[in-house]
Nanobody, 121 residues
Framework: QVQLVESGGGLVQPGGSLSLSCAAS????????MEWYRQAPGKQRELVAS???????NYADSVKGRFTISRDNAKNTVYLQMNSLKPEDTAVYYC???????????????WGQGTQVTVSS
């Protein structure tokens, strides 16, 4: 079984910074693209950033220049560094991967449980 666990959420003032991490566990051989999504109350879940196995990244326009996604394949972990945070960034942040290859086979569409990020003064 593959599990994703997010950590690093919390309360931060506008203009502040926060770092999130998501660690995958299991007998993992390969994790393909990893992503961060977020969902604010009353809104659709939206893609914030993604990163391929090779390190190619893309970002939502709303976070470009402020957020940085990275990964450590040896640790099966994806990170999201969030700077210059705004109240509009308040949401539950989820990590996701589309495909994981393990010793017993492959699986798709894995989600973490989410971590709350609140930006408020």
């Amino acid at each position: 079984q593959v599990q994703l666990v997010e950590s690093g959420g919390g309360l931060v003032q506008p203009g502040g910074s926060l770092s999130l991490s998501c660690a995958a566990s299991g007998s993992i051989l390969t994790i393909y693209t990893m992503e961060w999504y977020r969902q604010a109350p009353g809104k659709q879940r939206e893609l914030v950033a993604s990163i391929s196995r090779g390190g190619n990244t893309n970002y939502a326009d709303s976070v470009k220049g402020r957020f940085t996604i990275s990964r450590d394949n040896a640790k099966n972990t994806v990170y999201l560094q969030m700077n210059s945070l705004k109240p509009e960034d308040t949401a539950v942040y989820y990590c996701h991967t589309d495909r994981v290859v393990t010793l017993s086979g492959s699986g798709v569409n894995y989600w973490g449980q989410g971590t709350q990020v609140t930006v408020s003064s």
